[in-house]
Structure formats: structure tokens, C-alpha cells
Antibody
Framework: QVQLQESGPGLVKPSQALSLTCTVS??????????WTWIRQPAGKGLEWIGR???????AYNPSLKSRVTISVDPSKNQFSLRVNSVTAADTAVYYC??????????????WGQGTLVTVSS | DIQMTQSPSSLSASVGDRVTITCQAS??????LNWYQQKPGKAPNLLIY???NLETGVPPRFSGSGSGTHFTFTISSLQPEDFATYYC?????????FGQGTKLEIK
């Protein structure tokens, strides 16, 4: 069973950078095409897709965040990471990492981390 | 961005009821739509992919249908564990977008 776990600081100061890492463990024998994804959810609000990366390094980002966001991957450590620059209070949210499963032209987030709350405050 | 509009935003129902949620896309998204369930303090859980395909391990009381711009999600007979918030999500175009959610509460 695939498991994802987010890690990183829970408190970030305004104008600084937010950095999170997602460690993937479990069924390393599973075949298929996967994209490693970050999604966030402000308290009491809906879900926002931040972006994704393939293990070949190809990325896609939400244009609303693109200028501030970088997603990277380290396949040797089974990890992928998120960096959001110049954060403000509006970036306060629960951040989830997730696996975007690509099968026969369909895409879906079939495994998720438990989520980590990041608060932007001085 | 493709806007996803769910209705209703909240719904009260009883155990055993049949419940339907709709999701309207601002553009034709073919059948590129998923449905998720989220319980308080937990990550979302995939229920339906590609508009109508039941994810492995998900009970058959959950179903989805639709294509183009109009989609429905149905729970045929509500169970106590089904009270949660449900989200639709499109993957036809970047950025992927979610509906605002439908909170299903106990009547």
C-alpha cells in the first residue's frame, strides 16, 4: 500500500519561503504512470491544485501560483518537494501531497498524505 | 480556468436516503471528472474517476454519471459513515480545479 507523508515547518514568516517535502513509501513494485502533486486547502475552504511533477522532471503549475512555486523530485530518496516563495497570510493552509495516477487517459488522485498545516505569521 | 460549480452546497439527509449531487463545468470537459469524499481533519478520498468508474474498494452504493458539462454523483442508500463533504474535480485542462464542495449532514 502506497503511503505519502508531508514534512516541513508549520510556521513561516511573511515574505519568506515555504518548503515542504513528501516522502513516498510502500508498494514500489506498482507499475504505471504517476505524477506527484501538491494540493492545498485553507481552513474551512475548498481544494486548490498547486502543481505536479513526473519523475522525469516535467512539471505543471497552477498559473495563479506559478511565479512563486517550484516542485522538484528526488527519485533516489522517494521524495518530492514544494517551495513557495514570498508567502503571505493567504498561503496559510493545509498542504497535501498526492499521487496523480494516469491510466488509459484518465487522471485521479488515488493516494494522499495526511496533510500538514502551514501557518504564515510573524 | 475551468470553473466547477456544485449544487447544493449543503444537504441534510437521513440514513437510508438516496442523495444526488450535481457538478456543472464552465466548459466541456468530456468525462474527465472525479469525485472525492473528505471527512473532517482527513485528506480527501477518491470515490469515482472518469465520471462513472468506481474506485477499487469503494462501496457500490456510490455512483457517478454525466459527460460534457453536467455531472451527477449519487449515494443510493446513505450510511452513517457517508456524512462528509464531497468534491468534484476536472482534469480536462490545467489547472486542475475542484468544485466548492457539498457538505452532507445528518437530518
Amino acid at each position: 500500500q502506497v503511503q505519502l507523508q508531508e514534512s516541513g515547518p508549520g510556521l513561516v514568516k511573511p515574505s519568506q519561503a515555504l518548503s515542504l517535502t513528501c516522502t513516498v513509501s510502500g508498494d514500489s513494485s506498482s507499475s504505471g504512470t504517476y505524477y506527484w502533486t501538491w494540493i492545498r486547502q485553507p481552513a474551512g475552504k475548498g481544494l486548490e491544485w498547486i502543481g505536479r511533477i513526473h519523475t522525469n522532471g516535467v512539471t505543471a503549475y497552477n498559473p495563479s501560483l506559478k511565479s512563486r512555486v517550484t516542485i522538484s523530485v528526488d527519485p533516489s530518496k522517494n521524495q518530492f518537494s514544494l517551495r513557495v516563495n514570498s508567502v503571505t497570510a493567504a498561503d496559510t493552509a493545509v498542504y497535501y501531497c498526492a499521487r496523480d495516477r494516469a491510466v488509459a487517459g484518465t487522471f485521479s488522485f488515488d493516494h494522499w498524505g495526511q496533510g500538514t498545516l502551514v501557518t504564515v505569521s510573524s | 480556468d475551468i470553473q466547477m460549480t456544485q449544487s447544493p452546497s449543503s444537504l441534510s439527509a437521513s440514513v437510508g436516503d438516496r442523495v444526488t449531487i450535481t457538478c456543472q463545468a464552465s466548459l466541456d470537459i468530456n468525462n474527465y471528472l472525479n469525485w472525492y469524499q473528505q471527512k473532517p481533519g482527513k485528506a480527501p478520498n477518491l470515490l469515482i474517476y472518469d465520471a462513472s468508474n468506481l474506485e477499487t474498494g469503494v462501496p457500490p452504493r456510490f455512483s457517478g454519471s454525466g459527460s460534457g458539462t453536467h455531472f451527477t454523483f449519487t449515494i443510493s442508500s446513505l450510511q452513517p459513515e457517508d456524512f462528509a463533504t464531497y468534491y468534484c474535480q476536472q482534469y480536462d485542462n490545467f489547472p486542475y480545479t475542484f468544485g466548492q464542495g457539498t457538505k452532507l449532514e445528518i437530518k
